[in-house]
């Protein structure tokens, strides 16, 4: 890896637009669910306020919400590519966008209290490195709001309170009751990414891997795109509506995944994701410059 300022300014911009600027597929999500509510319903309110507060972002260039969120950064490098190198690069851009503003003072030591200046800290930024025969550096990044990380939940299939059993109509109920459950906290209308299978943590990363898709696209695999459908469906039936206040739009979309799991297992992990849904992405090439924005 050459080049190590030019690989920081690279990082620090996809922070900058990932803080600020709303991914387009998902604020055109966001303008649908307005278009679907009733005209004097107090959801158009709440997503009419949403819409202006993504324009503003934008346009005066500052964070779309006071919470930040987890910075989680996914890279697929090329093989021998240097990691450490990276990491440090990237590390350096997160001080960088936490001083000027682009990222609030978010990263809190868990035994004393103390809030870390720069958000670089032991856990904070959560890297994820996988290699593979490739000449660019892609690079995506997910800001996930506390509020909405608390909504997360794991059912351990059989389970009596959904009533949800080791099958697919199992795992609508699992999602379903994790959706009833938030009741709009976390900040809603949001997706849901959703693991079927894996063990406790895989399931959580395998779930949160799934904001990486776009809003319209559909799983490959049948099942799951018809479940993803599905459960889309019902959840505009649960009332429960933008930040809880009532309406249709509580989910704005649904993603699944499976992984595989062991035969006494059957885990249904269900990761929250409010309406401020950054995710960015970015290729490099070798010397760290932008090739290529995605999302
Ligand atoms: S859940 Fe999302 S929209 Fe709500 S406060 Fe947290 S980051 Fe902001």
Not at 24 to 38: I, T
Not at 234 to 244: N, Q, Y
């Amino acid at each position: 890896m050459t080049g190590r300022p030019q690989w920081e300014d690279s990082l620090f911009e996809l922070i900058r637009r990932t803080s600020v600027d709303l991914p387009g597929d998902v604020e055109e999500a966001l303008r649908r669910a307005l278009a679907r509510e009733e005209k004097d319903a107090r959801a158009r309110w709440f997503l009419e306020g949403i819409l202006a507060n993504v324009e503003h972002a934008r346009r005066t260039d500052t964070p779309l919400c006071q919470d930040t969120g987890a910075l989680l950064f996914r890279f697929h490098v090329p093989v021998g590519f240097d990691t450490n190198a990276l990491s440090a690069a990237t590390r350096a851009a997160v001080a960088r966008a936490t001083r000027l503003g682009y990222l609030r003072q978010n990263t809190v030591d868990s035994v004393s209290g103390a809030v870390y200046q720069t958000n670089v800290a032991h856990g904070s930024p959560v890297f994820c490195f996988e290699q593979g025969a490739r000449d660019t550096v892609d690079v995506r990044l997910i800001m996930k709001g506390g509020g909405s990380e608390n909504m997360g939940a794991q059912y351990s299939l059989p389970c009596a309170d959904p009533g949800a059993e080791r099958n697919l109509e199992g795992v609508r109920r699992c999602v379903l009751d994790a959706v009833t459950r938030a009741q709009g906290n976390g900040c809603a209308p949001g997706v849901v990414g959703v693991c079927i299978g894996g063990d406790r943590a895989s399931g959580h990363e395998h779930a949160k891997e799934q904001f990486l898709r776009r809003m319209d696209d559909r799983s490959r695999v049948k099942a799951l795109a018809r479940l993803e459908q599905r459960i889309l469906r019902d959840a505009t039936r649960l009332g429960i509506g933008p930040m809880g206040m009532g309406g249709i739009a509580t989910l704005l979309g649904v993603k699944i995944g499976a992984l595989s799991r062991l035969p006494a297992s059957f885990f249904v992990t269900v990761s929250y994701m409010c309406w401020a849904f950054r995710r960015r992405g970015v290729l490099l090439g070798r010397n760290g410059g932008v090739q290529r924005w995605l999302y």
